[in-house]
């Protein structure tokens, strides 16, 4: 059964950094989306993206984030200078193309440790 | 403010019990509601997904309700297995996006569900 892939699945970076957060969504899907969870908490949307753009974005997707298909296949979240209060586990997850119900295909996930 | 509430926030059980999980939302508009289950560490999975006119929908052991008047909704799981033991999100969408895509989802603090032997 296909399913969405993340790597890595941990990753540590100092504060300041850059990190890329890599996504492969379910192929034929055309619907994609960064969630972050931070431990303990809920999980909390962060972007969705269609036809190439973003179609929408929560007040936590700051200019410090930025996401890109660079590809067919992969699905990247970026943060640029990352702050101590980005750790969290960030999932991709995608949805088909005329889906009723908004389906969403969640990957397992990366974890970020930001030092 | 769109919300997702959840009860309990925690609940142990014995293997073979049933138990019923709560939710409450004041999504506006609403789209609709689904019930994930989460291991730990890992993504959400879905369990059920319902519109404003569904009323219950099954998947194996798991039953979800949805009321849209009073905008409750409840997940039932009978005859608990050990492997159940996860954390339960109630999630809901709103409306879609714009430019036709898909709306974003609204989750829940969850229920963690400890299945005890």
């Known amino acids: 059964e296909p399913e969405v892939t993340q790597t890595p699945s941990h990753q540590v970076t100092q504060m300041g950094q850059e990190v890329i957060l890599r996504c492969v969504p379910i192929s034929n899907h055309l619907y994609f989306y960064w969630y972050r969870q931070i431990l303990g908490q809920k999980v909390e949307f962060l972007v969705s993206?269609?036809?190439?753009?973003?179609?929408?974005k929560s007040e936590i997707f700051d200019d410090q984030f930025s996401v890109e298909r660079p590809d067919g296949s992969n699905f990247t979240l970026k943060i640029r200078s990352t702050k101590l209060e980005d750790s969290a586990m960030y999932f991709c997850?995608?949805?088909?193309?005329?889906?009723?119900?908004?389906?969403?295909?969640f990957g397992p996930g990366t974890r970020l440790t930001v030092l | 403010k769109n919300q997702v509430e959840q009860s309990p926030q925690s609940l142990i059980i014995l293997e073979g019990k049933n138990c019923t999980l709560q939710?409450?939302?004041?999504?506006?508009?609403?789209?609709?509601l689904r019930w994930y289950k989460q291991d730990t560490g890992r993504g959400p999975v879905s369990l059920t997904i319902m519109t404003f006119s569904e009323n219950t929908k099954s998947n194996g052991r798991y039953t979800a309700t949805l009321d849209a008047d009073t905008k409750q909704s409840s997940l039932h799981i009978t005859a608990s297995q050990l492997s159940d033991s996860a954390s339960y999100i109630c999630v809901v969408s709103g409306t879609l996006g714009r430019g036709g895509s898909q709306g974003n989802l609204i989750f829940g603090k969850g229920t963690k569900l400890s299945v005890k032997p």
């Open positions: 993206f269609y036809n190439n753009e973003i179609s929408e």
């Open positions: 939710c409450n939302y004041t999504v506006s508009p609403f789209s609709n």
């Open positions: 997850a995608s949805g088909p193309r005329g889906s009723s119900y908004n389906e969403q295909f």
